[in-house]
T-cell receptor, first 111, second 116 residues
């Protein structure tokens, strides 16, 4: 089955910790995206990547970092510099310009 | 600047009736794409339907159709014969190509509740 997986489903972070959210796709899509969703809000773009070893900042990149070493994988690290990281994080992939296909999301909570 | 506006925070519809969810967009590009997604309470976003700016016909996918009015910059989603399982958040999105790469802008969403 082709699709996108995200892990973990729930993640708890202590103050000052970095945490990494996993995103893997087997759809052979070139483009991958990370979004943040706060309660009752739309999606805000954190980072995106059109090809391996290249990525661009989105609208709210501060306090986050990514890597794209493989076509299938686009992990997101939430660093201690992100002061309000509690949110729902969604990963997506697409062929260039096409519809996005999303993973099930990771819910991050700061303790 | 590119922008998507969804003015209906919440909508109710009776089961088996049709409902229209509004979406207006703002862009100076001639080439763009418009998408609708459904987000059930589980959180996963599900792609529903796509309309390209040069498509002459309104897009349809099963019970979903997109009422595309280019001059008015609107791309409303019509759901026919509503079902209880249609209760969810619905997001309109637009493909933004201005940076030379593809990214997507989302509206704030409309929460639809289907009543039995």
């Amino acid at each position: 089955d082709g699709g996108i997986t995200q892990s973990p489903k729930y993640l708890f972070r202590k103050e000052g910790q970095n945490v990494t959210l996993s995103c893997e796709q087997n759809l052979n899509h070139d483009a991958m995206y990370w979004y943040r969703q706060d309660p009752g809000q739309g999606l805000r773009l954190i980072y995106y990547s059109q090809i391996v070893n290249d990525f661009q900042k989105g609208d709210i990149a501060e306090g986050y970092s990514v890597s794209r070493e493989k076509k299938e994988s686009f992990p997101l690290t939430v660093t201690s510099a992100q002061k309000n990281p509690t949110a729902f994080y969604l990963c997506a992939s697409s062929i260039s310009g096409g519809a996005q296909y999303f993973g099930p999301g990771t819910r991050l909570t700061v303790l | 600047a590119q922008k998507i506006t969804q003015t209906q925070p919440g909508m109710f519809v009776q089961e088996k009736e049709a409902v229209t969810l509004d979406c207006t967009y703002d862009t100076s590009d001639q080439s763009y794409g418009l998408f609708w997604y459904k987000q059930p309470s589980s959180g996963e976003m599900i792609f529903l339907i796509y309309q390209g700016s040069y498509d002459e016909q309104n897009a349809t996918e099963g019970r979903y159709s997109l009422n595309f009015q280019k001059a008015r910059k609107s791309a409303n989603l019509v759901i026919s014969a509503s079902q209880l399982g249609d209760s969810a958040m619905y997001f309109c999105a637009m493909r933004d190509e201005t940076s030379g790469t593809y990214k997507y802008i989302f509206g704030t969403g409309t929460r639809l509740k289907v009543l039995a």
